[in-house]
């Protein structure tokens, strides 16, 4: 993804002749860079032989998710839905993982039916109701109890999920327990224990942290785990900035604690593997210029990506054709739907640009389809993927007929 000459290109073909063929707003996918990600991801790890699992809630896709199943990736699932698509992207059973905290009676019925490789168990009565199923089911299922190491990700408090006072996970005194009652269980095995700590994450050393705290219950509970799934969280740098996360460092740490207790690592990485692989590409509909600022008023809508809304998440915004001319005013990129968090960046200057040019909307691969609804009921955009400079329609562009 780069500009060739004056017009920003993926994968050597002009953002504008996409834009003109498929129309906007439009989500484009460079399978070079989902490539190149999954491979450095397995070059980083590879002293450690992980199971990787792809964590499908952060790109839903199927055909996205048959080229990751195809790169050899497992998938980390928190719905029925996503398992469904997980199996149907020809995902094998013992490569997922199902997590989360509020699993029905009836997905966990199914998850045991497709013997999956782990259910993360995140409570008690989850385990109790998992129990009841396998004995009416009369079958084994193995099982992995996430802990909650109350550990800060020093990430955005929204997507924290590893302090005490975060819902996920069990705290280390239930942890403990759970596993003294597991051990009489005819119908479950825990296999793993299961931890994770956030998302977007770009330091060492909450990691660093949080492997301390596996450690010290592992030795603490003399039990011989499997599988220690690390979960996923490994950040991206979004925006100018220039952080990034350190695998390297973090794969040492991780085989420090392996080496004591020969258990097989689990990562459930999302954003790290398709979060740079996607833009938004929008259209200038108007600009509306005021004293203080000029609104930049997109085609593309929070119902499109919600992350800023959300989050207060920044996405980097680079116009289509570049330009040595600037705008010294503060100006706004916003969307048109009814609500004043609709809107994506605020800048102090940006390159002139007029009504009905495009911009790009960067890192929108992970997060972004995902969230996204038919509110204000507006249409859901088209999704492509570029592949070896082939252009694939992954997802059509909805039409009024669906929604009514």
Do not use: W
């Not at 000459?5 to 993926?10: Q, V």
């Not at 199927?62 to 497992?74: C, P, Q, R």
């Not at 296999?191 to 909450?206: A, E, F, M, R, Y």
């Not at 390297?248 to 020969?262: E, G, N, Q, R, V």
């Amino acid at each position: 993804m780069k500009y060739i000459g004056k017009n920003f290109s993926i994968e050597n073909i002009k953002v504008i002749n996409l834009a003109k063929k498929y129309k906007t707003p439009l989500y484009c996918y460079s399978y070079k860079k989902l490539r190149e990600n999954i491979i450095n991801f397995k070059k980083n790890f590879k002293n450690l032989n992980p199971i990787i699992c792809f964590a499908v809630k952060a790109n839903t896709n199927l055909k996205l998710l048959k080229e990751i199943n195809k790169l050899n990736l497992g998938a980390d699932v928190v719905s029925v839905g996503e398992l469904i698509k997980a199996l149907k992207a020809g995902i094998k059973p013992k490569k997922i993982v199902f997590s989360g905290v509020g699993k029905t009676s009836e997905e966990l019925s199914f998850a045991i039916d497709k013997k999956i490789l782990l259910i993360n168990t995140e409570s008690k009565s989850e385990i109790l109701e998992i129990e009841k199923i396998a004995k009416l089911k009369k079958k084994t299922v193995d099982i992995g109890i996430r802990l909650n190491p109350n550990t800060d990700a020093k990430t955005l408090s929204q997507i924290s999920t590893g302090k005490k006072q975060d819902k996920f996970g069990v705290p280390e005194k239930h942890f403990i327990e759970l596993l003294k009652y597991l051990k009489n269980s005819k119908y479950l095995k825990v296999k793993c224990l299961s931890v994770h700590i956030g998302s977007q994450i770009l330091d060492n050393q909450p990691y660093e942290k949080m492997l301390n705290v596996v450690d010290r219950i592992i030795k603490k509970t003399k039990y011989k785990f499997q599988f220690i799934d690390l979960g996923g969280g490994m950040g991206i740098a979004y925006g100018n900035e220039k952080k990034q996360l350190n695998y390297k460092k973090y794969a040492f740490a991780i085989k420090k604690i392996i080496k004591k207790h020969d258990a097989k690592i689990i990562f459930e990485p999302g954003r790290s593997i398709i979060g740079n692989t996607g833009v938004l590409i929008s259209k200038i509909i108007y600009i509306k210029k005021t004293s203080s600022k000029n609104f930049l008023i997109l085609d593309a809508a929070m119902n499109d990506l919600m992350r800023p809304a959300l989050y207060g998440a920044k996405h980097r915004i680079i116009p289509e054709r570049k330009s040595n001319k600037f705008v010294n005013k503060i100006c706004e990129f916003v969307g048109p739907v009814c609500e004043s968090t609709d809107k994506f960046l605020t800048m102090k200057k940006f390159q002139k640009v007029n009504e009905k040019d495009l911009v790009i909307i960067s890192d929108v691969g992970a997060y972004g389809m995902s969230l996204s609804s038919n509110y204000n009921e507006r249409l859901k955009p088209m999704e492509i993927l570029i592949k070896r400079s082939k252009i694939n329609i992954i997802r059509k562009r909805q039409k009024h007929s669906d929604l009514i």
